[in-house]
């Protein structure tokens, strides 16, 4: 960023009932990103927020800062506290945000988003446990449960607490690039990239005792994505039927065999086409398509962009 460039401001909004950890994702996550991101909380009165925990928490803004902002962070709140947030106080601190800011949810945070109207006719998701929930109260959402966040034009909601986390890595990302999106994951000590449409940690029936993982098989896999890696390679690695693999892989990961694989190599490509010169053919070769032309329809169904487009915007100056 030139010294000339003003950091985005993003300014969180912190209801009765937050949860300090999710509170404090954006400012943690954001700031550590050299500056691009200027992080300031408000509450929709000015005055102190009860947090879900033990103690209150005191922001240096009322609603009035939402008015500068260029994206907008509803942090999460404790699902026994979700009536308590939808206030016409915190509708109306929601109308301060300028039309063309971006928005964003943690978590619960999604119903107070929809209940000021700001979801509606839009794709978004929330915890799975308060999906029914969500549902009956916001029908003209298109809740989308099994995924860890949705980027919808200028809205972005998410999942559970750590999804927060991926969901503003995924802001980096888009903003300027892996190389930094990938340093800031470094400094907070998390995972790089967990793709958006990566299945929640939903409440599953316990694995029987010695049930074999298809983890180390998963990391195999990803040191050979430019090989063919056919299921029945897949299930031989793990010493598993094709029928057994493929059920429990689905258990673990959310996703076909078939389905993960090409979400990794979208991934891959994805890096290669921001951090190095290769040709699209020779990037596609790589990452396990066969042809430059697999690769641009894979990439296109996944982020609706070509590569030539994808790396003109995330190999521009920033």
């Not at 929601?94 to 794709?123: E, H, M, N, Q, W």
């Not at 989308?144 to 972005?156: E, T, Y």
């Not at 983890?215 to 195999?220: D, K």
């Amino acid at each position: 960023m030139s010294h000339t460039e003003r950091p985005e401001r993003v300014v969180v909004l912190a209801l009765d009932g937050v949860y300090p950890f999710e509170l404090g994702i954006p400012s943690r996550v954001l700031g550590a990103a050299d500056g691009r991101y200027e992080v300031l909380t408000c509450t929709v009165d000015g005055r102190p927020v009860r947090t879900e925990a033990d103690f209150t928490v005191t922001a240096e803004h009322g609603p009035e800062i939402l008015a500068t902002a260029d994206t907008v962070v509803v942090a999460a709140v404790a699902p026994s506290r979700i009536t308590d947030a939808l206030t016409e106080e915190a509708t109306a601190a929601l109308a301060r945000v300028p039309s063309g800011a971006r928005l964003l949810s943690i978590c619960t945070g999604a119903f107070v988003l929809a209940a000021a109207g700001l979801l509606d006719g839009r794709r978004a998701t929330t915890h799975w446990q308060l999906t029914d929930v969500f549902r009956r109260m916001f029908p003209r959402v298109t809740l989308d449960p099994d995924v860890l966040f949705v980027h919808d034009g200028r809205v972005l909601t998410s999942a559970g607490a750590a999804s927060g986390v991926d969901v503003c890595l995924h802001l980096i990302r888009e903003d300027h690039g892996s190389a930094l999106a990938n340093a800031v994951a470094r400094r907070c000590v998390v995972p790089p990239f967990r793709d958006g449409g990566q299945a929640q940690y939903i409440e599953q029936p316990v694995p029987r005792v010695g049930a074999a993982s298809t983890a180390a098989t998963r990391a195999w896999a990803l040191e050979r994505l430019d090989e063919s890696l056919t299921l029945a390679a897949l299930a031989a690695h793990a010493g598993m039927s094709l029928r057994t693999f493929a059920r429990r892989f689905d258990d673990e990961v959310g996703l076909s065999p078939g389905r993960w694989l090409i979400q990794q190599r979208v991934a891959r490509a994805r890096h290669l086409l921001e951090a190095s010169d290769l040709p699209v053919d020779q990037i596609a070769g790589r990452v396990g398509f066969a042809t430059g032309a697999s690769l641009r329809q894979h990439l296109h169904a996944a982020i609706g962009v070509s590569p030539q487009a994808y790396r003109r915007t995330f190999r521009a100056p920033h």
